[in-house]
């Protein structure tokens, strides 16, 4: 159908470019080479149990390798694994080194949010980004600042938004960070998408809740199987769902007043393969 071909070709097409990360302060990143610095790969690893909201988050990590060299650099989430020592790792893209990498979380001495806030120690931040339960919680920071913290129970109802939408919110931010940056005003228009369907689906979307989901679509960067598999997931929908999504994709292409010709024309054609099929 006209979303899987055309969608697929134009978006994948934006991945495979790997754009560097935009954030909305000056950032220099910090390397004491170009060599991959950090630790050895862990070939024994399993997925934290509460970590499905993990991959595409794009932040900003002060590391401190085995040999005490520090570096600062932009990553993109691939997945939050622990080994068999019950440590826990970040796998994710390091923008600098252009590499997937693994990041042991209690080596990380800080995070710098997209916004530029930095916070020191990183635990609170990551669990909260991450949506980690509080046993997954209290594993990230045993080792680290956050230990002895008690850790408030898992806001489940938010949990659930995040995976209804999270196909939907894959394309949209795709759609929006062409650049490498997702704008403020590209964001509302997500955030606005999102207040829809959370009440089309009964959850109460408060500021605070609001406050995380747009902070989780403006550090969200889609990997190339993210896109994928939603795109798999949303062209199986009923054609009217399947519009619902590119209309929205409209929207928020749209919302800077940034669009571009080949943008626009693809969502046309998009639109009338879905009329016609």
């Not at 005003?185 to 955030?191: C, F, G, K, T, Y």
């Amino acid at each position: 159908m006209g979303l899987k071909s055309s969608l697929s070709a134009f978006l994948l097409k934006k991945a495979e470019a790997h754009h560097t990360p935009v954030l909305d302060v000056g950032f220099v990143p910090s390397l004491p080479s170009r060599i991959l610095d950090a630790d050895e790969p862990h070939p024994e690893t399993t997925p934290l149990a509460s970590s499905a909201d993990v991959e595409g988050q794009t932040f900003v990590i002060c590391y401190v390798n085995a040999k005490a060299a520090q570096s600062t650099r932009r990553i993109t989430m691939h997945a939050l694994k622990r080994t068999p020592e019950a440590r826990v790792l970040l796998f994710a893209r390091c923008a600098e080194t252009r590499e997937v990498m693994s990041f042991r979380a209690d080596r990380i001495k800080y995070c710098m949010d997209i916004t530029g806030e930095v916070y020191e120690p990183p635990a609170m931040f990551l669990v909260e980004i991450f949506g980690l339960g509080p046993s997954d919680a209290a594993l990230l920071a045993a080792e680290s600042a956050g230990r002895g913290v008690t850790w408030p129970p898992k806001d489940e109802a938010f949990s659930v938004l995040r995976q209804q939408l999270r196909n939907e919110l894959t394309l949209l931010t795709a759609m929006a960070e062409s650049d490498g940056q997702v704008s403020l005003a590209e964001s509302a228009a997500i955030l606005a998408y999102a207040h829809g369907r959370s009440e089309l689906l009964g959850i109460h979307l408060d500021e605070a809740r609001t406050h995380k989901l747009q902070g989780f679509i403006r550090r969200l960067r889609p990997t190339e199987q993210q896109i994928s598999a939603a795109i798999d997931e949303i062209s199986a929908r009923s054609v009217k769902a399947q519009m619902d999504v590119v209309l929205a994709c409209s929207e928020v292409m749209l919302a800077d007043g940034l669009a571009h010709a080949e943008e626009i024309e693809l969502l046309e054609k998009i639109q009338a393969d879905l009329v016609q099929g």
